[in-house]
Each structure stands twice: as C-alpha cells, then as structure tokens.
C-alpha cells in the first residue's frame, strides 16, 4: 500500500533562516506531487506541483522553492524564511483516479 | 479560473439534528468534484466525490449542474462528524485540485 511520509513534524525558525521540509512517497511510482499550505479561514492554498522528477509548477509567487530530486521525494525551500511563511504545510500525492492523499503536515512557526 | 466556495466557516449542530454543508463552483467545463474531511489530530482524507454516487458515513453530496453546486448532506449529525470539511474540484483533463476555505462543523451532544 502507498504511504505518504513528511518531517520534521513541527520546526520553530527565525526570522530569515533557510528551510528544507521533506516529503517522501512509498509504494507507487511517478507519484503528482503537490505541496500545500493550511491556514485557518483561508482554505488549502496550493504552492508546488509535480509531474515528474526535475519538473515543479510554482502557483503562487512567493518566498518558497520546491524541489523534486528523486521521483517520490518532493521538498520545500526557503533561503530566507520570513514571518507570514508561518503556517501548516501539507504534502500529498495524487492516484489514476483524481484522488490525493495527505501526509501528516508540518507545523512551521517563524519567529 | 475554477473557483470553490463554501460561504460557512463555522457551523454547530445538535447531535441528531440534519447538517448541510454548502459547496458552490464556478467552472464552465464538467468538473470532478469532492469532499474532504480532517478529523481531530488526523491526515486530511476523501470522504466522498460526485462520481461514485456512495453515501459514506451517512453523508451524500449531490452535483447539481444547473446552480454549479455539491452540497454535503447527512440527515442526522453525530459527535464524530465534528471535523474540518473541505470541498474541491477538479477541471476536466487537469492534475491540480481546486479547494474551498473549509467549514468547520461542530456537532453538540
């Protein structure tokens, strides 16, 4: 069966810090791969998308980067976090059938 | 651009007493569309989509057409519903969803 792993699992960093959140997909190959952030009254937002190894979709411009080095391994990067990055960042992937499944999401709080 | 709104952010209902959750989208094509739902220390997870036409856990969601909506539905709440309900589409042909803001559902004993 397919599982969905994420770490760490909450990170405290200051202001202007770098970032490395990493998500890690088993048992299916050549996964789409999304990275989202939670925020309440705000709803899921979608930031990173991928299809395939080395091919990420940006949909909001902002401080973040993703990256995709091996094919169930997607990771989200800041060189300089800032305060509004704070927030629950979700990973998931996407079945045949349209359906995502959700890792268990890291809670990141900047300082 | 595909838009999903769910005008409730917080809804609390008597346990026993009908619970509807409102989903409204604006796409010009023939979307997928779904329901999820994040219980209390738990993974985000499907609850339901339009195609499979299931009632799961007592909840049915019907896609209407004509007024762009899929509303969520159960006739009688129970304490385990209380969670974060999401609903969300997907373009025909596409691989990214489109989500609402979210209701949060809160069901009193």
């Known amino acids: 069966s397919q599982t969905i792993h994420q770490w760490p699992a909450t990170l405290v960093q200051p202001v202007g810090s770098p970032l490395s959140l990493e998500c890690t997909v088993e048992g299916t190959s050549n996964p789409n791969l999304y990275w989202y952030r939670q925020a309440a009254g705000r709803g899921l937002q979608l930031l990173f998308y991928s299809v395939g190894i080395g091919q990420i979709s940006s949909e909001v411009p902002q401080n973040l980067s993703a990256s995709r080095p091996q094919d169930r391994q997607f990771i989200l990067s800041s060189k300089k976090l800032l305060l509004s990055d704070s927030g629950f960042y979700l990973c998931?992937?996407?079945?045949?059938?349209?359906?995502?499944?959700f890792g268990p999401g890291t809670r990141l709080t900047v300082t | 651009a595909q838009r999903v709104t769910q005008p409730e952010k917080l809804l609390s209902v008597f346990k026993g007493a009908p619970v509807e959750l409102k989903c409204n989208y604006s796409y010009s094509g023939s979307p997928e569309l779904f329901w999820y739902v994040q219980y209390s220390r738990q993974r985000l997870q499907l609850l339901l989509r339009?195609?499979s036409r299931e009632s799961i856990k007592g909840f049915t969601a019907d896609l209407n057409k004509g007024e762009t909506s899929f509303h969520l539905k159960k006739p009688f709440a129970q304490e385990e519903d209380s969670a974060m309900y999401y609903c969300?589409?997907?373009?025909?042909?596409?691989?990214?969803?489109?989500f609402g803001k979210g209701n949060q559902v809160v069901v009193i004993p």
């Open positions: 339009h195609i």
């Open positions: 969300a589409l997907i373009p025909n042909g596409n691989n990214r969803l489109a």
């Open positions: 998931a992937w996407m079945d045949g059938s349209y359906e995502q499944y």
